[in-house]
């Protein structure tokens, strides 16, 4: 299995941008879809965008649409996660993780997930 690692979290304002980043260790990463999720205290674990292995295909949730943009750089083992016009409603811990089967919106159908970072937005 794939392990990651998420960076990029952080305190900011509401409107500012921040990027996050997940790291993969192992030579297959190139060959997993790879999906964002969040969760915020005492909510359940929200899908917030996706991307197959090839970056070719995104989806994202509708709380994010227009907002985040996912992409990777697969010769760094890497997923991004741009996030622009920030608002208090996406404080939450984000976490990458490793697209398996089914629902790619489902966390259900992830099989490798990293320890998470922290998004705190203030208004």
């Known amino acids: 299995q794939v392990q990651l690692v998420e960076s990029g979290g952080g305190l900011v304002q509401a409107g500012d941008s921040l990027r996050l980043s997940c790291v993969a260790s192992?030579?297959?990463?190139?060959?997993?879809?790879m999906g964002w999720f969040r969760q915020a205290p005492g909510k359940e674990r929200e899908f917030v965008a996706f991307?197959?292995?090839?970056?070719?295909?995104?989806y994202y949730g509708d709380s994010v649409k227009g907002r985040f943009t996912i992409s990777r750089d697969n010769a760094k083992n890497t997923v991004y996660l741009q996030m622009n016009t920030l608002n208090s409603e996406d404080t939450a811990v984000y976490y990458c993780?490793?697209?398996?089967?089914?629902?790619?919106?489902?966390?259900?159908?992830?099989?490798?997930w990293g320890q998470g970072t922290q998004v705190t937005v203030s208004s």
């Open positions: 192992g030579r297959t990463f190139s060959s997993y879809s």
């Open positions: 991307t197959s292995a090839s970056g070719g295909r995104t």
């Open positions: 993780a490793a697209y398996w089967s089914g629902s790619y919106y489902s966390p259900v159908g992830y099989r490798s």
